[in-house]
Antibody
Framework: QVQLVQSGAEVKKPGASVKVSCKGF????????IHWVRQAPGQGLEWVGW????????NYGQKVQGRATMSIDTMASTAYMELRRLISDDTAVYYC????????WGQGTQVIVSS | DIQMTQSPSSLSASVGDRVTITCRAS??????LGWFQQKPGKAPKRLIY???SLQSGVPSRFRGSGSGTEFTLTISSLQPEDFATYYC?????????FGGGTKVEIK
């Protein structure tokens, strides 16, 4: 059974960094990329970025460009998204999703940015 | 960036009703579109891919159609478990973009 399991909730201060993980089960991790999507409280879905599981290529959304770094540990079947210089607008639930596109989603990771 | 305009933003319907949700792309995206259902506190779930292909395990009352710039999600007979928020997503070009969502509520 294909499954993505994400790391737990984080509370960070403005200006800090956060790193969220997403571990894949039940499929070849290098065959698919991983998308990251976030959802601010009471708002819709916003695509954050994508990383290829095959060659490491990335593509980032404008709001996180320059602040986000996506990476993959193929041996551990785990993808990571690090977001730096956090601001209050980064408060959201962050989801990873398999790049099929987005046929399977993780359970979400709450990130709260608050002083 | 490709803009996805989804309508309506909300609707009220009864069990058994036929429901139609529309997404319009700001430029042609072939059939590179998916539809997702999200229930409160849960991750989105893909219902339709490639504009009209039904995801495995999704009931056949869900139907997607369209190509180019106009797309439709139809629920033929609304069931109690279908009350949720629905989103379209274009994956024709980066950045991927979602529609604003349609909240389907009980009348």
């Amino acid at each position: 059974q294909v499954q993505l399991v994400q790391s737990g909730a984080e509370v960070k201060k403005p200006g800090a960094s956060v790193k969220v993980s997403c571990k894949g089960f039940g499929y070849s991790f290098t065959t698919y990329g991983i998308h990251w999507v976030r959802q601010a409280p009471g708002q819709g879905l916003e695509w954050v970025g994508w990383m290829s599981g095959h060659n490491g290529n990335t593509n980032y959304g404008q709001k996180v460009q320059g602040r986000a770094t996506m990476s993959i540990d193929t041996m551990a079947s785990t993808a990571y998204m690090e977001l730096r210089r956090l601001i209050s607008d980064d408060t959201a639930v962050y989801y990873c999703a398999r790049g099929d596109p987005l046929d399977t989603w993780g359970q979400g990771t709450q990130v709260i940015v608050s002083s | 960036d490709i803009q996805m305009t989804q309508s309506p933003s909300s609707l009220s319907a009864s069990v058994g009703d036929r429901v139609t949700i529309t997404c319009r792309a700001s430029e042609g995206i072939r059939n590179d579109l998916g539809w997702f259902q999200q229930k409160p506190g849960k991750a989105p779930k893909r219902l339709i891919y490639a504009a009209s292909s039904l995801q495995s395990g999704v009931p056949s009352r869900f139907r997607g159609s369209g190509s180019g710039t106009e797309f439709t999600l139809t629920i033929s007979s609304l069931q109690p478990e279908d009350f949720a928020t629905y989103y379209c997503l274009q994956h024709n070009s980066y950045p991927l973009t979602f529609g604003g969502g349609t909240k389907v509520e009980i009348k």
